[in-house]
């Protein structure tokens, strides 16, 4: 009966290899998951105005369409 090494690959490589494997999958779903959080955050040195802001609060049914258009005259002056 033969061994690992019989087919020219250790014990040890398997090892390696193993450990490689599951390092590179983990660093996959680590990008993964870190760029489906990026989505939605306002780019470097960019900021998401007060009038997206209020956009989205209306949107998501926060405020009325009162509260919006009231708030809106406030902010372009």
Same mark, same amino acid.
């Given at each position: $009966?033969?061994?690992?090494?019989?087919?020219?690959?250790?014990? %040890? &490589? %398997? @090892?390696?290899?193993? *450990? &490689? $494997? *599951?390092? *590179? @999958? =983990?660093?996959?779903?680590?990008?993964?998951? %870190?760029?489906?959080?990026?989505?939605?955050?306002? !780019?470097? !040195? !960019?900021?998401?105005?007060?009038? /997206? *802001?209020?956009? #989205?609060?209306?949107?998501? =049914? /926060? @405020?009325?369409?009162? /509260?919006?258009?009231?708030?809106? #005259?406030?902010? /372009?002056?």
């Amino acid at each position: $009966m033969m061994g690992f090494e019989g087919y020219g690959v250790s014990p %040890w &490589m %398997w @090892i390696l290899g193993s *450990v &490689m $494997m *599951v390092s *590179v @999958i =983990g660093g996959l779903i680590v990008l993964v998951v %870190w760029a489906v959080t990026a989505v939605g955050r306002p !780019g470097p !040195g !960019g900021s998401i105005s007060a009038l /997206e *802001v209020l956009k #989205r609060r209306l949107a998501a =049914g /926060e @405020i009325t369409q009162d /509260e919006y258009e009231k708030t809106r #005259r406030l902010l /372009e002056g």
